[in-house]
């Protein structure tokens, strides 16, 4: 949302205030005051116009201005009714050379997963791109997307279902009555160009199944609204926001953060990497995002690859 926008829809969420008293606070016209009222009425923020002033009566259920509206994060947000994919969007305004822009679409058409696998976006989910340009070494991309896991598991949670990380970063919900399955409501695609010695851009995009029918989605999916009904998706991808900007603003707190939400530490996994598989005892995450297994061979770490999760958990 451009800057005097946001500041007279700030200075009428606190109003009420008059046209008047907003046009001297802000230093600008009457007419311009008029104009961004009813350019936030159009992107759906009941404004009610009394003696006293404007009011704010209601914030629009979900978009971009609606996100934007109290976001305690510093990025712009580009919101899509439909797109193929957000994360290719994402890629086109990183080479606009755009940076802490944040793509959201309603729906996908061409969703994508990791390796190129299909990922099924229906209305009611949140598809976003968070597109960044951290000052790192490309070797460190790995920890922001384990970042995205922590703040997306964290919404996840906020919203009332209680999730936990698989390694690298799926989502997963624990699910009792389906014996001891676990069932994935979200997952993370990372993108990125790199240079010699730092990251060019970064582009973590992050699919979570919201208010979206389990009958939509593949074989082992769930949404939060099976778990718990339709949520505020304004307030999730707020909340998630929030996190992620908190955990990449303080680095050393990401690994920490992971393995207090990981389901996969303690566990018998398979991966399965570029170069074969690996059986064994899921130990500990690694920087900036390897697992160490014991395995039959004794001690190694996976950088990347699939895991599957080999017994129940226990809890
Ligand atoms: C992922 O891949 O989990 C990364 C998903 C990233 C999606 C986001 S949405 C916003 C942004 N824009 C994009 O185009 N992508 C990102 P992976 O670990 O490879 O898992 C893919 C597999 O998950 C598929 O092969 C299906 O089996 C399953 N799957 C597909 N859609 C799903 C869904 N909505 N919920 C749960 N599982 C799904």
């Known amino acids: 949302m451009q800057g005097t926008r946001r500041a007279v829809l700030d200075a009428i969420a606190e109003g009420p205030i008059s046209g008047p008293a907003l046009a001297r606070e802000l230093d600008v016209s009457r007419a311009a005051v008029w104009k961004h009222v009813e350019a936030l ?124 990380i698989k390694w690298p970063n799926d989502v997963l919900v624990h699910d009792p009555e389906a014996g001891s399955r676990e069932r994935k409501i979200a997952g993370i695609l990372t993108e990125m160009r790199g240079e010699a010695d730092r990251i060019a851009w970064l582009i973590v995009g992050i699919g979570c199944n919201a208010n979206v029918d389990p009958e939509a989605l593949p074989a082992g999916a769930t949404s939060l609204r099976e778990g718990v009904g339709d949520v505020s998706r304004r307030e999730l991808v707020q909340r998630l926001l929030r996190e992620f900007e908190a955990l990449r603003a303080n680095p050393d707190s990401i690994l920490p953060a992971w393995r207090e939400h990981a389901l996969t530490l303690g566990r018998r996994v398979r991966v399965e990497t570029a170069r074969g598989e690996s059986v064994g005892r899921a130990l500990d995450i690694t920087f900036p995002g390897g697992l160490v297994l014991e395995t039959a061979d004794g001690r190694v770490t996976v950088s990347a690859g699939d895991c599957e999760h080999l017994r129940p958990v226990s809890r």
């Open 41 to 164: 009425r159009e992107a759906g923020f009941e404004i009610g116009s009394e003696t006293s002033g404007y009011t704010l009566e209601s914030v629009p259920e979900y978009g971009g201005p609606a996100i934007e509206f109290g976001l305690d994060a510093p990025f712009e947000i580009e919101f899509h009714q439909s797109l193929p994919s957000t994360n290719a969007r994402a890629r086109d305004l990183a080479a606009d050379g755009e940076s802490d822009v944040v793509v959201l679409a309603d729906a996908q058409t061409g969703g994508r997963g990791r390796l190129d696998r299909e990922w099924t976006s229906p209305s009611g989910g949140v598809w976003l791109s968070v597109l960044s340009r951290p000052g790192l070494p490309p070797a460190h991309a790995p920890l922001y997307t384990l970042a995205a896991a922590v703040a997306t598991t964290r919404a996840v949670r906020a919203a009332g279902v209680d999730a936990g």
